[in-house]
């Protein structure tokens, strides 16, 4: 790692110095749903309901255009919020990598207490040896007073396909869909899927 300028320290002193710093850096704030394998292999307790967590995420690019865009060390990053009364507030932490430029970076900064995901598995059919069909309902709510967007990323086993869904949904891998949920504020809404899925 470079610093530029390049500090000077004299003998016996100490200095503390700014790696980097940009103003009016892009950040995306996500709220994350991570659904779990097992709930496809449960087939003893179907239709459990099951809370999940809805995971704050703030990302960010690491580029020159934002005002960064050199290496950053591995460390922790803080993130701090204004307030109302011009103060900061303390938001969240997390560890990153060493990270070069140009690459995006996913700071987890806790879990969210005022969006709530709870899961209902509201339908198990086995349609062959083994090959099932599973549908799921998810609840999202929001109480908040602005409307939030909530990634919700299904880990669905062996060979799977869609039958229906109630929201746009995409493969982002062989073995999981990822549903872009909107939530009004203060609101509702239900996502409603089934797969055929096929071990």
Known sequence: YTLDPEPTINNAQTKQVSM????????????????????????????????????????????EKSGLGMPMPAGVVRVYHADSRGGVQFVGEDRIDHTPKDETLNLKIGNAFDVVCERNQVDFEKIAANTYEVEYEITLRNHKTTPVRVEVNEPIGGTWRMIRSSHEWTKTAAWAAQFNVPVAAEGEAVLKYRVRVTY
């Open 20 to 63: 980097l710093g940009g103003t009016g850096v892009p950040v995306q704030k996500r709220y994350v749903v991570d659904g779990q394998s097992f709930y496809y292999r449960n087939v003893g307790h179907p239709g459990a309901p099951i809370k999940d967590v809805v995971q704050v995420f703030y990302q960010f690019k690491n580029e």
